[in-house]
């Protein structure tokens, strides 16, 4: 896992794009278990609140929504929070930021990240609720099996 970790690092920073897996559900409902990123490098001055970043904390990739960006005497800073996080990260510097998501890949559609009332809803009650959550990842977790050919089948 940490060489997959310097891997995506060094793909996004050199080659500026990447696809990776998302394995958290920390921005649920927006973003999935299992859901592939199209992950393309950003400067930090053209983020957005509401854009959906990756960035690089102890050793692992973080995927959250910028809240609000903050650019005072020639430093960038982000601050960002998973959909379904109860606080605040703390704040992201140029340095860490490897890229914005520019596609959600789930179940062979692509899905552009947007900021819907129904997904705010729906992660506010993720939020309050872990029982609500582990239900949720429960029943994805049924569909995406049930969508996945049968590989024990032999004709």
Avoid: Y
């Avoid at 904390?57 to 998973?82: C, M, S």
Wanted: glycine share 4%; net charge positive; aromatic share 4%.
């Amino acid at each position: 896992s940490n060489l997959k970790f310097h891997l995506a690092i060094k793909v996004l920073r050199s080659v500026g794009e990447a696809r990776l897996a998302v394995a958290g559900a920390s921005m649920l409902p927006s973003i999935w278990p299992g859901d592939i990123l199209e992950i393309h490098r950003v400067e930090a001055a053209d983020l957005s609140v509401g854009d959906i970043v990756v960035f690089a904390r102890e050793n692992r990739l973080v995927v959250h929504r910028v809240l609000r960006v903050n650019r005072e005497q020639d430093k960038f800073v982000a601050i960002t929070r998973g959909d379904r996080s109860p606080r605040a990260d703390s704040p992201v510097s140029a340095n860490e930021l490897l890229g914005k998501v520019r596609t959600i890949q789930r179940d062979h559609q692509s899905i552009i990240p947007r900021v819907t009332l129904s997904t705010q809803m729906a992660s506010w009650i993720l939020l309050r609720s872990g029982l609500c959550t582990r239900v949720l990842l429960h029943l994805a977790k049924i569909r995406r099996n049930s969508l996945t050919p049968e590989t024990a089948w032999v004709s």
